[in-house]
C-alpha cells in the first residue's frame, strides 16, 4: 500500500515536470521568434532607407541637370550656329513614383546632407578632369563654353583632308578658337622617283606630310549671326621652304594668318575664307593663297518644313600660286565654282556636297569636294 501510493505520487510530479518544462520550452521558442522577425525587420527597413536614400540622391542630381539644361537652352540655339551637339535628358518623374512610402519629417530632413554627398560624388569625375559645370565651383574649364567638331573632307586636288576645330568662350561675343588640318597628299610631302614598268617613272612618298595647326580669337555680332574670326596657324611638313618639294623636312616651315567670316541667320547662310600660306624657313621656296566663298539659302526662306536639306547654294574657292622665289613662276592653280548641297543629319552630323567647273583648267575640267562633319 505504501509503495503505491510512492509510485502515484512520482508519478504525479513527473507529469507536472513535463509539463513546466513543455511551457518553459514554448516560452523560450516565442521569444527567440520574436527576436527573430525584430532582426528582420530592423534589417529590412534599413535596406529600404539606404535604397530611399540613393533614390533621392539621384532625383536631386536630375533635377540638378534639368536647371542647369535648362540654362543650357539659349546656348543649344546658338549652337546650331557653332555646330554644337545637344544632349537628351531623362524624365526624373519616372524614378519619384517609384520611391517608398514617406518617411516622417526628422527622417526625411536628414536626407539631403547624404543626397548631396551622393551627388558631389557623381560629379567629382568632371571636376577632376578639369573640366565642370559653370556652378560647379573650382577653377577648371566649363564645358557648357566649349564647342567644335572633327570634320572628313575629301576634293579633287588636295585629296583627303581632316580638320579637328573647336572654341571656347572666354567673354561674351568673344571665343578662344584653335585648329588642327591634317593634309594626306602625298604631293606636299616627301617623294621620290621610283623606276615603273616599262622605263616609266612613279612618285612615290607619303613622309613630312603636310601639318597644319593655329588658334585665334571669333567675334560675335547681332546676337551671333555674324562672326569674324581672324587666326594664325604654323605649317610643318616639305612644301614651302624646300627648292624641291618634299626635300627637308621641317617644322614651322611656314605660318598662315587666316580670316574666316560667318553668316548664319533663320534664311540665309554665308561663309568666306582668306589664307595667306608664307613659307619662313631655309630657301622660302613659295607662298600660297587660299580663299573660298560660299552663298546659300535655307528651306525656311521657302516655307519648307520636315526637310533634312539645311541650305543650298553657289561655292566659289581659288588657289593660287602667289610667289616662287626659286623660278619666278606664279599663278592660278585652280579657280572652282558650282552649287552646293548641306543636309543635317542625326546625332549632331553634316554632310556637304559640291560640283562644277575649274575655270582655270589645269588640274581637270571639273572639280568635287565632299565633307561630313560631327559637332560635339
Known amino acids: 500500500m505504501k509503495m503505491s501510493l510512492k509510485l502515484g505520487t512520482n508519478n504525479s510530479v513527473n507529469k507536472n515536470w513535463i509539463r513546466g518544462t513543455k511551457k518553459l520550452f514554448g516560452l523560450f521558442l516565442f521569444l527567440g521568434t520574436a527576436c527573430m522577425s525584430s532582426a528582420v525587420l530592423a534589417k529590412t527597413d534599413s535596406d529600404l532607407r539606404k535604397k530611399l536614400e540613393t533614390l533621392e540622391a539621384r532625383i536631386l542630381e536630375l533635377e540638378a541637370r534639368l536647371e542647369s539644361k535648362g540654362g543650357q537652352g539659349e546656348q543649344n540655339t546658338e549652337g546650331t550656329k557653332h555646330g554644337a551637339g545637344k544632349e537628351k535628358l531623362h524624365d526624373a518623374g519616372t524614378l519619384q513614383s517609384s520611391a517608398p512610402p514617406a518617411q516622417t519629417d526628422d527622417e526625411f530632413k536628414k536626407k539631403p546632407e547624404a543626397a548631396g554627398a551622393r551627388v558631389a560624388n557623381v560629379e567629382g569625375s568632371a571636376a577632376d578632369a578639369g573640366w565642370q559645370d559653370a556652378d560647379g565651383g573650382g577653377h577648371g574649364f566649363d564645358r557648357k563654353k566649349f564647342h567644335g567638331g572633327v570634320t572628313l573632307k575629301q576634293d579633287a586636288f588636295f585629296g583627303f583632308q581632316t580638320i579637328l576645330d573647336g572654341e571656347y568662350e572666354i567673354r561674351d561675343n568673344i571665343d578662344f578658337t584653335f585648329y588642327s588640318w591634317l593634309w594626306t597628299s602625298p604631293n606636299f610631302g616627301r617623294s621620290r622617283v621610283v623606276s615603273g614598268p616599262n622605263g616609266t617613272q612613279v612618285d612615290a612618298g607619303g613622309n613630312g606630310l603636310w601639318t597644319e595647326v593655329g588658334m585665334g580669337l571669333n567675334f560675335h555680332f547681332f546676337d551671333h549671326a555674324l562672326s569674324i574670326n581672324p587666326q594664325i596657324g604654323m605649317l610643318n611638313g616639305a612644301l614651302l621652304s624646300s627648292r624641291i618639294v618634299g626635300r627637308g623636312i ?37 607662298d600660297f593663297i587660299h580663299n573660298w566663298i560660299s552663298l546659300g539659302v535655307k528651306p525656311a526662306l521657302l516655307n519648307f518644313k520636315n526637310t533634312p536639306v539645311a541650305s543650298v547654294g553657289v561655292h566659289w574657292e581659288h588657289l593660287r600660286f602667289h610667289k616662287d622665289r626659286i623660278e619666278g613662276n606664279t599663278g592660278t592653280v585652280y579657280n572652282w565654282i558650282g552649287p552646293y548641297i548641306e543636309f543635317a543629319l542625326p546625332m549632331s552630323l553634316a554632310l556637304r556636297f559640291s560640283a562644277g567647273a575649274d575655270l582655270k583648267g589645269d588640274v581637270s575640267k571639273e572639280f568635287y569636294q565632299a565633307s561630313i562633319k560631327l559637332h560635339f
Open 250 to 286: 621641317r617644322a614651322g616651315e611656314g605660318v598662315v594668318p587666316s580670316m574666316t567670316i560667318n553668316y548664319n541667320d533663320d534664311h540665309f547662310t554665308g561663309q568666306g575664307y582668306f589664307a595667306y600660306y608664307l613659307a619662313i624657313r631655309d630657301e622660302r621656296a613659295r
